[in-house]
């Protein structure tokens, strides 16, 4: 039974978007494991770590400071 855990900032994933990954991953694993059945054994989890919850360089950042050390702006645009 696969478990696939993504972790995102909280917010930052549309419901739709969250689906959509889900859907994606769980192809992946079909794919990966060759044979349709998994499909019905694979479990996602889409975890939302919470603002300053997330660090780097033993530094605790925000939403806005992990988008600046990606060099990405965090309101991205994005369709749904």
Known sequence: MPLVTVRVP???LSQRRKELMIKKITDA???AE???????YTWVII????????GVGG??????????HMNITPEVKRKN
């Open 29 to 31: 694993v079909v794919e």
């Open 10 to 12: 909280k917010g930052g």
């Open 59 to 68: 530094k605790a950042l925000t939403v806005a400071e992990m988008a600046a």
């Open 47 to 54: 975890d939302e770590v919470k603002e300053g919850s997330w």
């Open 34 to 40: 060759g044979y349709e059945e998994v499909r019905n």
